[in-house]
């Protein structure tokens, strides 16, 4: 997924495609892993993989992130991201002002 991201997303001095960014997704997907251990693997790297990784990426680059990860996960089901209530309240203030 690394190597198709390098070559296919545009390029932005904020992305970080190394080793380091790599370890973050398994660190989330241990934690995800340990706090519910019922949930298929498939599915934790999946939202380890979104979750370490859309926050970083410009709308374009995430549209096109996303179909790279439906293409690897093919029939898997994106779980919603588990937003604080902090996450709503900006945007919604973002909304009321016009802005993205």
Known sequence: LYALMVQQLSKQDHYDFGLRSLRGVLMCAGGLKRADASVSEELI????LRDMNVPKFIREDMELFMLLINDLFPGMETPPSEQGQLVVA???SLLERGLQ
């Open 45 to 48: 790297l999946l939202r380890a």
């Open 90 to 92: 900006m945007r919604d």
